[in-house]
């Protein structure tokens, strides 16, 4: 199965503060990879999928890039709402793997 | 607009079966194309596909777990049940139901909403 590495697994940022998290899978995803933000208690929400291609009514803020084995979720000035877990996942292969997170955490 | 809600118990003995519903709205699991899936995702671990399952009661299952799990639809009842057997502590965790839609450019799945999940512990 296709693994899912994300980094870093924790990321200590102000608001306004641009955050880039990575996503690496172990072989070609293609561009079949979705990243999601969690909160506790929520249900995770989808942000981005086809690697670049946002979610409906998702801010700009928020933009996805990559393709193949390498992707990068961007979000250009942190809100307070933004403060929370990222994950991606592969869904190019069964099982569709998922990344472990990466908390974005207020500094 | 599309949920999906989780239930069933949330303690659980090992060696039971484990039985879990997703009442869906928004969307009739018998339209062409429609695909519903469970996830768990145990205490401070990853998020791991347990089955899914398409409109057309095509499946599919986690290759490590696909001894232990079986997946169902009820189009009546707008409900997909995952059952799981000889339950673990380590099968403690979150279980998420979720939507999957068709990307169009493609024709890969992926996950579009999701329930807020169950909690699930195993513990005698």
């Known amino acids: 199965e296709v693994v899912m590495t994300q980094s870093p697994a924790t990321l200590s940022l102000s608001p306004g503060e641009r955050a880039t998290l990575s996503c690496r899978a172990s072989?070609?995803?293609?561009?079949?990879l979705a990243w999601f933000q969690h909160k506790p208690g929520q249900a995770p929400r989808l942000l981005i999928f086809?690697?670049?291609t946002r979610a409906t009514g998702l801010p700009a803020r928020f933009s996805g890039s990559g393709s193949g084995t390498q992707f990068t979720l961007t979000i250009s000035s942190l809100q307070s709402e933004d403060f929370a877990v990222y994950f991606c996942?592969?869904?190019?292969?069964?099982?569709?793997?998922f990344g472990q997170g990466t908390k974005v955490e207020i500094k | 607009q599309i949920t999906l809600k989780e239930s069933g118990p949330t303690l659980v003995k090992p060696t039971q079966t484990l039985t879990l519903t997703c009442t869906v709205s928004?969307?009739?699991?018998?339209?062409?194309?429609?695909?519903v899936g469970w996830t768990r995702q145990p205490p401070r671990k990853a998020l791991e596909w347990l089955a899914l399952?398409?409109?057309?009661?095509?499946?599919r299952y986690s290759p490590s777990l696909q001894n232990r799990l079986t997946i169902t639809k009820d189009t009546s009842k707008n409900q997909v049940v995952v059952t799981m057997t000889n339950m673990d502590p380590e099968d403690t965790g979150t279980y998420y139901c979720?939507?999957?839609?068709?990307?169009?450019?493609?024709?890969?799945?992926?996950?579009?909403?999701w329930g807020q999940g169950t909690l699930v512990i195993v513990s005698s």
């Open positions: 979720a939507h999957r839609r068709s990307d169009p450019r493609t024709s890969a799945y992926y996950l579009e909403v």
């Open positions: 996942q592969q869904y190019n292969s069964w099982p569709q793997t």
């Open positions: 399952i398409y409109w057309d009661d095509d499946k």
């Open positions: 072989q070609t995803v293609n561009s079949n």
């Open positions: 928004g969307f009739s699991l018998s339209t062409p194309g429609v695909s």
């Open positions: 086809g690697a670049s």
